[in-house]
């Protein structure tokens, strides 16, 4: 029913050491966990397809920003700072004057 890969795939955490600790609480609450399985089962959505295909990186991101969204927005909000910075001293770069070049022009005309 896909609930221990959904599970693995929210907390990262990998989909056998999930499995193996659902068959240990099976064992242990002597099987009154499995209609809660069952439920879950029935009631949790599918995944959508398009999330299937996203590569390792993505989905570690992804894993990231469940497991702690203030860190992922503090990392992403740095990322683009950086972008940022580096976009502006492209744009001074471009955008400034220059004057050797300027010079150059004015003895081609």
Do not use: C, H, Y
């Given at each position: 029913m896909g609930v221990c890969a959904g599970i693995a795939d929210y907390t990262g955490f990998d989909v056998s050491l999930i499995?193996?600790?659902?068959?240990?609480?099976?064992?242990?609450?002597?099987?009154?966990?499995?209609?809660f399985y069952f439920?879950?089962?029935?009631?949790?959505?599918?995944?959508?397809?398009?999330?299937?295909?996203?590569?390792?990186?993505?989905?570690q991101f992804w894993?990231?920003?469940?497991?702690?969204?203030?860190?992922?927005?503090?990392?992403?909000?740095?990322?683009?700072?950086d972008i940022d910075r580096r976009l502006a001293d492209i744009e001074s770069y471009v955008t400034t004057e220059n004057r050797s070049l300027a010079r150059e022009i004015e003895q081609l005309r």
């Open positions: 499995r193996v600790a659902m068959l240990a609480a099976l064992f242990m609450s002597g099987g009154s966990i499995l209609p439920i879950m089962g029935w009631v949790s959505p599918n995944k959508p397809v398009a999330l299937e295909r996203v590569d390792r990186e993505e989905q894993q990231g920003v469940r497991a702690s969204p203030t860190r992922a927005a503090r990392d992403i909000r740095s990322r683009l700072k």
